[in-house]
Nanobody, 123 residues
């Protein structure tokens, strides 16, 4: 079955960086759109970034544009989210998700989800 496993979360000081990884199994990245989302306590899940199967289409939410970079390594079946200039407001559980069709920030567009990885940014 399709599985997505996030890793790379942790505790970092304000201004620091983290790189999240999303390892996909059971499904080739060659045909997948991958999105990154986050959910802070008491808030709705927020779409941050997505990348199409060929990396020809990339989206960033305004809240992370210029700070986060999404990339993919189809040979490793892994998608990355490089997060720089982290702020306390970035504290959340980060999720990756997969679908076959189009790059979207809409949670309902995605069919498969990882279990999430916690990112905590201290001030």
């Amino acid at each position: 079955q399709v599985q997505l496993v996030e890793s790379g979360g942790g505790l970092v000081q304000s201004g620091g960086s983290l790189r999240l990884s999303c390892a996909v199994s059971g499904w080739s990245l060659d045909y997948s759109v991958i999105g990154w989302f986050r959910q802070a306590p008491g808030k709705e899940r927020e779409g941050l970034s997505c990348i199409s199967s060929s990396a020809g289409s990339i989206y960033y939410a305004d809240s992370v544009k210029g700070r986060f970079t999404i990339s993919r390594d189809n040979a490793k079946n892994t998608v990355y989210l490089q997060m720089n200039s982290l702020e306390p407001e970035d504290t959340a559980v980060y999720y990756c998700a997969a679908q076959m069709w189009y790059c979207s920030e809409d949670v309902s567009s995605y069919d498969y989800w990882g279990q999430g990885t916690q990112v905590t940014v201290s001030s």
